[in-house]
């Protein structure tokens, strides 16, 4: 298994490699650049935010004027034009952009190999205090989402395979349909108008993961505030996952049911119990647990967007959507080698337990 490992971790590194190569170009190449959204801010705020930009003192700042004669710039930045060519090179110095596509590619891997990701261009602050801030509220609706799905999930799923085509299974059927026919989002403006205060029930608040008075109550209250935040967000993002993973683990349960090892237990006189459990949990589970790294990066860092978003919870998917829309680069680049690399250590993690699932395998003779 430790060779097995060793080769996984190899392989990580010209995948993650050109994971970054693919979207440094792609979103370098891409109109609407870093400096063209700061060019976009300083013609409709005016010169007072160029002059804070400059550093000097207020009124018009030398830099921002046009260009003598009225001639135009020849930068290829869309607002750039009548601006001196100069104020245009000292942006392009200040992000960087001076320097070749290749140079800024590999000096920033540089720096994401000793973990130093930079400062955000349009928050001024470096990208992991930005990241650290946010990380919690990611943390808490990725942990609790995950837990509670696969906690409720698999019994039940396990509960249908039992009792396939049984009155209970057809009505929780009907549930999963009608759960995993509604976006995360939609369900989420629901909950909202039901019960946070919009035409009905105002029973849960709308805002923020704990309350402002939050470091004022004693450590009981301050659970209890914990989860009464987070019910609206947990149950809006458990819906759609909560669906897939019933249905995932019933199918996997119904077929191993079916083979021939089962019936050949339950001729030896185990019970259906000893059955289930002993023989076929440990193989309708490898499924199950083969997509959990999945599930967790997928709801810890994109699925939970639009839920950050309607319950006003400052999290690593708002930070990298406002990113996405002002073109930070730091941000953007940081956020994807981070998920990446993430991604990368938990599918090897999944492919490892495995073993705790089922020691039949053997990592050692598995090809990469």
Do not use: C
């Amino acid at each position: 298994m430790l060779a097995y490992a060793i080769r996984r971790v190899l392989f990580m590194i010209p995948t993650l490699f050109g994971i970054m190569v693919l979207n440094f170009v792609v979103i370098n190449l891409a109109p609407g650049g870093p400096i063209d959204q700061l060019l976009s801010q300083l013609s409709g705020q005016g010169v007072g935010v160029t002059a804070r930009l400059t550093g000097e003192g207020g009124g018009e700042t030398q830099a921002a004027k046009p260009a003598p004669g009225g001639n135009q710039s020849s930068s290829l930045y869309r607002g750039a034009q009548g601006l001196d060519p100069e104020f245009i090179a000292e942006l392009e110095r200040m992000y960087g952009f001076d320097r070749p596509l290749h140079e800024r590619f590999f000096k920033m891997m540089g720096d994401y190999l000793r973990f130093d990701f930079g400062t955000s261009y349009f928050r001024d602050e470096t990208v992991i205090n930005l990241v650290l801030e946010k990380m919690p509220v990611s943390i808490s609706l990725g942990i609790w989402t995950t837990l509670l799905t696969y906690l409720i999930s698999i019994p039940l799923g396990i509960r249908k395979a039992v009792k396939d085509g049984s009155r209970f299974d057809i009505w929780t059927s009907a549930v999963i349909i009608v759960g995993n026919a509604i976006p995360a989002f939609l369900f989420a403006i629901l909950l909202v108008v039901l019960f946070a205060g919009g035409s009905f029930l105002d029973w849960f608040p709308l805002r923020g993961l704990v309350s402002d008075n939050w470091q004022e109550l004693s450590w009981p209250a301050r659970i209890l505030d914990y989860f009464w935040h987070l019910t609206l967000p947990l149950l809006a993002l458990m819906i759609g996952a909560f669906a897939g993973l019933t249905m995932l683990t019933k199918n996997s349960f119904l077929e191993e049911i079916n083979k021939q090892y089962v019936l050949t237990a339950r001729a030896k006189g185990l019970s259906e119990r000893g059955v289930l459990y002993g023989h076929v949990f440990r193989n309708a589970m490898l499924i199950i647990i083969a997509g959990f790294p999945g599930a967790f990066v997928g709801i810890l860092f994109t699925g939970a967007l639009m839920i950050e978003i309607i319950f006003s919870l400052d999290g690593l998917g708002l930070l990298g959507f406002e990113a996405a829309l002002k073109r930070d680069y730091p941000i953007m680049f940081a956020s994807l080698y981070m998920f990446s690399l993430l991604g990368l250590v938990m599918q090897l993690i999944s492919d490892l337990t495995y073993m705790l699932v089922d020691p039949r395998i053997d990592f050692e003779t598995r090809a990469v």
